[in-house]
């Protein structure tokens, strides 16, 4: 329980100092000022006062118990502190002091032996190398920022302290307040997922924004965060977008996924935002702070100006969002009360000379209507504009309890009316473009909520055989082979153990074993010489297009002679025979493993276009069906699945049947590294993958416990 | 000529008022007062007086000549003004008064006999219904915004007087000056095109911004962009991006480009940059304003937080910029002068307890680097940082002649520090992204200047024989035929006399034709049924992968025999022959012709799957070789044209050569409205059109003069 950090009894400040150019001085001092209600205790070993206060030399001098140290002395000092806060019972501390892991191998290990430390005592610890918590509820600045922001129901957390303090002073400026102000330093102990959780609870806080530079436990990281948006929003800005590391090149799987993409899946999973900069974080923050709930995406823009109404059709046309058609009531209301020249539909343009009274007409009539979910306002400030009173109508309109966004552009003049907005809690941006963002983002929150919360009845998973594929892998990870793909060991087997289905095809035939071989798989094949050779084309090893009996012995003998040409000796009078599947669409499936976050799964259109264009749908292990249906819609191409200029249209469930397979395969052999399914033929009555390969884990331990 | 439009010797204002509360004094007042130093009179057909000056009943009553008009009173007295001013020869008037083509019907007959009569006596007119001018060199504020920027360098055209307004009031709170300030208006007369012209030429104008709704001649538009971007940027930002218009159907073509593509089109080939919003457009305005040149893409990043310097770092490996390498004079310089947990790579990290002295020290050091063309400088206000000092160092650092952009992000902290900032002239933004933003778009307009500068030796076009496609197109068009594709009026003929080169073939062969055709043509080939039918493939009478002469005969006898069974008489032993491309990369070439701009031409991988993506590269016709080329780069899957997994590296100078001739021949013939090629299959051997048709435009005049 973190409740402590935030609403302490007692606390004890651990290098309190009387000498203002220290942070001692500055954390004492804030805790007093702001007016936190509980007991303050300043401890320096040199002892001494701060202001009238007599300062302890020992925290083991205090009488009464103390819920919270927070901790200002040099890191050297530190470990002997914690041991004495132990010996005292304190169950939290805030290490604000640097010198830690950020400064290299030594300060590492100093990091690591407090923290064995505190944990021998139990004792949560925050930080080191913070800037401390502020709790706008008890009044509480335990940090060394110089300023408290007000009360709101705003929590945030941050990786960076000197992201902590921007945001502060911008906070400042622009009113925004805090409840729960969280600078998480070096995560010794207190991390992202301890944070999440406590403030998922938590009743000061509505909304939570994170910024973020690393993920300490992937798998707890989205348990967490889905628990909490389910409640309340979760905002995050990470940063570190492209740096994806060491690039695999083993497979395309591996090329396709850099570290970010699993981190963005994941957030997109939980139901987190995640804000590409410090100005999406505010702005969205904004917005939920202000806003009812959004139950549907049909927007009503309202303006006095036509260029900026079209440019915010136009933004709208390109986002989730959509443009609200008018009840023939709402048009014909409007159509009564405003000029002929202003434009009744949507977006409604009530004309450059329109006053207060327009805005109202218009506002009261869509929000009344019930094709509107929400409703932009745009202003400019023209001669007759009457700006205070549009806002004080705009404030009036909150009572019909749908979201409104405003955009009043312009400066000085139109700067009063923004403030009286502020102050009403009606969210306002500089630009329409982030007006309408900002709404957008509301909208898929609540949208997620609604499908989250829906109760899904899915699809009964498919047994899947993990003992087989157990047999198949543990001789791979003996031989200690990179790549299984066909042969001895086939990954097409292992495919079939868990319901993706594979083509058909039968192993080392010679001339008697083809005879029988139309019957069974059928007409068209493709033939390929069985002799142990990557490839197989090059020594004229691979005949396709087989159509019938007599064409399947001429490419047998063609084969056979090729191969023995290119001295071949084992298997040289052996082949290979594939069904060849010309119908349908080529799809790629991938998988990747990847450390923190458990494997990624990855969907896409298969043939080198797509692949260069990077048109895929990404999700993190396990899948549902549901789920998987979903990827199947998401990708930019999606309409080529659904019979496109005469192509077959895709059996989709089958299709997920695979996705699921897959990632069930992944979750279940954790000596897997990476699989690629390329291509995987999906048509309208199969889905069946013509080629793949699985790549291992060799440095992984092999679990294998199932084969006896 | 505009020249009177800004630095007239003398204004009449027509409909000055002393009711303050009519336009008539607001802009009489606003010549006045903010110090215009030419004569003024005031006119008004009632007479009477402004403060101490008598109004003038009419025009004629003025003794001296006057240059400019500036006309306030109602819509319906206008057209008599005209008339009073041409007979007193002024040259140039702006109608301020709305009531025109803006409110229907009624209205734009009244502007059209306006445009007649001042046409007669050879008067430039600005608007109708438009804000007027606003020139901060004459002190001249011929409008009635309330305002008068400072000077500037900055010249703005404006189709919206709301958006004007907007723009002024952001200005004035902005601390940005303009130097023409010009409100369109409706167009009557002038337009975008002619104030492009006076800019260009204009000495007091070094960056212009526009806003538009429509253009009115896209090819005039397109040269005066060109020529002014050539001399300095040209910011524009379009309303209406998304709305298209009516949909064509008949070609891929057609719904691939909605008119959007054109204006996006033009504009960046004009070299002219798009701003997505007013937001961008003041951000860039600014840059621009601010900056020497920008000689290369190579940016060095300085910041005192860790999580932002990562940000930029993202934010410029997926932008057109590029982190600088430094030297090992600058790494050292930087190892010695920073702590030792500073990172000295760039991004540059003086860490969070770095001074000014830090900043100076890097700065320094990374200007001197002949590896940086510019420097994105991100501020966090954190306990030891000097905010003012710092922005004072990045001043200092102007006399580097390399572009700075700054990002102090926070609030009140910051204030002063951003201020100084502007005050000397240093673009600095709220939030680093948009810093950076900016700084690319810095570099990209001198990355066009570079590169339109550069003499380029382009390849020889090839001659076309316009003659022959007029002789083929006539009939087309006498017979009102919509749509060519093959046949005895053929797409392939057309094509092949623009050097676009088509697939092998012949036609109407019976069975003694075909005996040399394996000879000919080559192996392997597909056959058609020769009679006219529009689904050959329905009625079984197209045969592919034909290999051999024994499989030709065959495929013969059996089309014959189908095609008779469908009780078809006529060329029903005749078939066609087409040569089997099955190499190669598949491509889609179409054009379009564009009411204002002219033809547009696209180029894009073919498939299906690409044009579900919209990957595609376009240019407005004329198109040199070297233009073409680039295109083929352009797209987001170029690499695949290069050889990509095991495909033929394709001859690009071949796609050029069809992409050349396709733009030569829609601007040739004017009759043809859109052109499909596809596929046209590019391999590193050839170049060929397997497919294509043409729709023409039978709605206007056929031209064909050249056929006898």
Redesign the interface.
């Given at each position: 329980m973190l409740k402590n950090f935030f609403a302490p009894k007692s606390i004890a400040v651990i290098g309190a100092s009387h000498n203002k150019k220290k942070?001692g001085f500055?954390v004492y001092e804030n805790i007093r000022k702001y007016g936190f209600k509980g007991k303050l205790y300043g401890v320096n070993i040199k002892g001494g006062k701060v202001g009238a206060k007599e300062l302890y030399k020992n925290v083991c001098e205090i009488d009464g118990e103390i819920d919270l140290a927070v901790i200002v002395v040099p890191a050297a000092a530190i470990l002997e502190v914690i041991h004495d806060l132990g010996r005292k019972n304190v169950p939290s501390a805030i290490i604000i002091s640097s010198g830690f892991s950020?400064?290299?191998v030594q300060g590492k290990k100093l990091e690591e032996h407090i923290k064995e430390a505190s944990q021998k005592y139990g004792m949560r610890v925050l930080g080191p190398n913070c800037l401390g918590i502020i709790d706008s509820w008890s009044k509480m600045n335990a940090s060394?920022a110089?300023s408290m922001p007000a009360k709101m129901n705003i929590s945030l957390f941050s990786?960076?302290?000197?992201?902590c303090?921007?945001i502060l002073?911008?906070?400042?400026?622009?009113e925004i307040g805090f409840s729960r102000f969280i600078s998480l330093g070096n995560k010794m102990d207190i991390d992202e997922n301890d944070i999440l959780h406590f403030l998922s609870q938590d009743e000061k806080t509505d909304i939570v924004l994170g910024?973020l530079?690393s993920v300490n436990d992937g798998i707890r990281f989205m348990t967490n965060a889905r628990h909490l948006s389910l409640k309340k929003p979760l905002i995050v800005v990470k940063?570190?977008?492209?740096?994806e590391g060491a690039k695999s090149i083993a497979s395309h799987t591996g090329n396709i996924a850099g570290s970010d993409v699993v981190l963005d899946t994941a957030l997109k999973q939980s139901g987190a935002i995640r804000a590409?900069?410090?100005?999406d974080l505010f702005d969205y923050s904004k917005i939920f702070a202000f806003s009812p709930e959004m139950k549907g995406n049909r927007v009503a823009v309202i303006s006095?100006?036509?260029?900026?109404a079209?440019?915010m059709?136009?933004y709208i046309?390109?986002s989730s969002l959509k443009l609200a058609e008018f009840s023939q009531k709402t048009r014909k209301v409007l159509e009564e009360h405003l000029p002929?020249?202003a434009s009744c539909h949507n977006p409604v343009d009530i004309m450059?000379d329109g006053r207060a009274d327009r805005y109202e007409i218009a506002l009261n009539e869509v929000l009344q209507d019930e094709n509107v979910d929400g409703v932009l306002v745009v202003l400019?400030?023209?001669?007759m504009t009457e700006i205070e009173k549009t806002a004080e109508i705009i404030i009036e309109a909150k009572k019909y309890g749908k979201p409104i966004a405003v955009s009043f552009?312009?400066?000085?003049?139109?700067?009063a009316g923004k403030q009286l907005l502020e102050e009403k809690e009606i969210p306002s941006y500089?630009?329409?473009?982030?007006a309408a963002r900002s709404l957008e983002v509301l909208y898929e929150y609540y949208d997620f909520l609604k499908s989250a919360l829906k109760k899904k009845r899915d699809v009964q998973e498919k047994e899947h055989d993990q003992n087989k594929v157990a047999q198949i892998i543990k001789p791979a990870v003996e031989k200690r082979l990179r790549t299984i793909t066909e042969g001895d060991i086939s990954a097409f087997d292992i495919f079939d153990s868990y319901g993706i289905c594979t083509v058909d095809r039968a192993y080392e035939l010679d001339l008697d074993g083809l005879k029988h071989i139309g019957g069974k798989i059928g007409f068209p094949v493709v033939m390929k010489t069985a002799v142990d050779v990557l490839h197989k084309t090059d020594i004229g090893g691979v005949v396709t297009?087989i159509k019938n009996e007599s064409e399947l012995q001429k490419a047998y003998f063609s084969i056979r002679d090729r191969v023995r040409e290119a001295k071949f000796q084992e298997n040289s009078d052996k082949v290979d025979i594939y069904k060849q599947e010309n119908r349908g669409i080529e799809i790629f499936l991938g998988a990747k493993k990847d450390p923190n976050f458990g494997p990624l799964i990855i969907f896409g259109?298969g043939?080198?276009?797509?692949e260069?264009?990077k048109?895929f749908a990404y999700r993190i292990a396990p899948i549902s069906h549901a789920e998987a249906l979903k990827m199947t819609d998401e990708i930019?191409?999606a309409?080529?699945l659904h019979g496109?200029?005469g192509?077959p249209k895709c059996d989709l469930n089958k299709i997920a049947d695979s996705i699921v397979g897959l990632s069930r395969l992944m979750l279940d052999f954790p000596e897997i590294k990476e699989i690629d399914i390329n291509p995987l033929k999906a048509s309208d009555k199969k889905c069946v993958a013509l080629d793949g390969k699985i790549i291992l884990d060799l440095e992984s331990l092999p679990v294998l416990e199932l084969v006896k």
């Open positions: 942070l500055l950020e400064i290299g060394f110089e990786q960076s302290g000197a992201i303090t921007a002073d911008w906070a400042n400026k622009n910024y530079e940063s570190g977008r492209t740096s590409d900069s410090l100005e006095n100006a036509g260029g900026p079209v440019m059709a136009d046309g390109k002929a020249e450059g400019t400030p023209q001669v552009i312009g400066g000085e003049k139109v700067e500089d630009f329409p473009e982030r297009g259109i043939g080198i276009y797509v260069a264009l048109d930019k191409s309409k080529i496109y200029r192509q």
